[in-house]
Structures are given as C-alpha cells and as structure tokens.
C-alpha cells in the first residue's frame, strides 16, 4: 500500500472555478510536505511547502493546508486557469541524511473552456 | 539558468542492448537521485548519492547501475535493457540537508525510454 495516497485520481473542472486535491499519508515522522505540479513530458515542479508545524501555505492561487494530527493535506487552486492542467503530487520527505522523497500516484487534472 | 539536464528525451532499445541515460546540475547540489515513473504509480527512487564518489540503492535498483565521480554528473546505466524498463525515468537533484524546512528537489525533463 502507497504511504501517500491522493484523490481523486483525475478531475475536470471548467476554468474559472475553485477545486481541492486531497492527500492522505502514513508516513511518519516526516520532515515536510510538498506539493508539486507536473505538466505533461514535463518533470515536476515544487509548489508549496510544509513542515509539520505549518497548517497553511499558499503560492498565489495555490492554497496548500496540512493537519499532522489526521496526517492529511490538500491542495485548493482557485479561479483555474487552462495552464492549472497537469498533474498535482503529493511529496513526503523523510526525516535524516540526503533528501528521501516519498510520491502519491497525483491527481491528473484538466481545465476545460 | 540550466538547472538539471537529462539525455535523451526518447530512446528506444532492443531487448538486452545497454545503455546510458546522462544527468548534469549545475546548482552545486550535493544530492543526486534517479527516479522512474510508470502509470498509476507514483516515482520509485533506483539510486541515489548524496555526494561525490557515494551512491547507494533506492527502492528499484535491479538491472541499473551508477556513478558519481563529480559533484555535477549522475549518469544511470541500463545493464541489458528489458521490456519492464520502458518508463520515464527523472533525474533530480537538491541540497543534501538543510533546516527544518527541507530542500526542493529540482527535476529534469525526463526520458522517455522504450524497450521492444
């Protein structure tokens, strides 16, 4: 079983509107949170990130929010944009040397006209 | 600005032929990673190396090698290509540690490998 799971696994939403991803995760301890974007043949790119302490972030209309007790994080995009259509990952680093990333399998989402 | 740069963006190879896909920083990142990426899956790590002359196993490590023998290059090789190897395959590379709040990966392009 992934230890980052997201849902929904895809989304289609007409631009101009607001949507949330959703990422569950069992890792623990972990170190931080981030959310990255992914456009297609493209590599990720970082959005936002948390520690454990952070309950909110936001990167202009990416809203990032983290509750560490229910180990879940979410990822808010409002007014979408046609350029919002990627892939969204959630990323948990692992406490200790180098930089140990654990991925979701991400929310591939699409903005239509 | 280059950042990561990863070589080729495609390749296709036979079954059993070797390879080697190329990755070079140039953020003086000590942190160096390799990752595949398969549908409906999220990336797996296969080597990583936190330093010149230091490389280590990731999660998915069988049938690849690397090497780091300077700090900008982390180049992955495909000992005999087989037909579970076609994916995407990221190279990334970051600062080792830092405080609190961690160290952005930063990733390439990717390759699009396909083994026929």
């Known amino acids: 079983k992934n230890q980052v799971e997201q849902s929904p696994q895809s989304l289609i939403i007409l631009e101009g509107k607001n949507c949330t991803l959703q990422?569950?995760?069992?890792?623990?301890?972990?170190?931080?949170l981030r959310w990255y974007k992914q456009d297609t043949g493209r590599g990720p790119v970082s959005l936002t990130i948390?520690?454990?302490?952070?309950n909110t972030k936001s990167n202009g209309r990416y809203t990032a929010t983290l509750d560490a007790d229910t180990k879940q994080s979410s990822l808010h995009i409002t007014a979408s944009q046609l350029s919002d259509s990627a892939s969204y990952i959630c990323?948990?680093?692992?406490?200790?040397?180098?930089?140990?990333?654990?991925f979701g399998t991400g929310t591939q989402l699409k903005v239509e006209l | 600005n280059a950042g990561v740069t990863q070589t080729p963006k495609f390749q296709v190879l036979k079954t059993g032929q070797s390879m080697t896909l190329q990755c070079a920083q140039d953020?003086?990142?000590?942190?160096m990673s390799w990752y595949r990426q398969d549908p409906g899956m999220g990336l797996r790590l296969i080597h990583y190396s936190v330093g010149a002359g230091i490389t280590d196993q990731g999660e998915v490590p069988n049938g690849y090698n690397v090497s780091r023998s300077t700090t900008e290059d982390f180049p992955l090789r495909l000992l005999s290509a087989a037909p579970s190897q076609t994916s995407v395959y990221f190279c990334a590379s970051s600062y080792a540690s830092a405080p609190s709040h961690g160290t952005e990966a930063f990733f390439g392009q990717g390759t699009r490998l396909t083994v026929v």
């Open positions: 990323v948990v680093r692992v406490p200790g040397g180098g930089n140990k990333l654990t």
């Open positions: 990422c569950n995760y069992t890792v623990s301890p972990f170190s931080n």
């Open positions: 953020m003086n990142h000590e942190y």
């Open positions: 948390m520690t454990f302490s952070e």
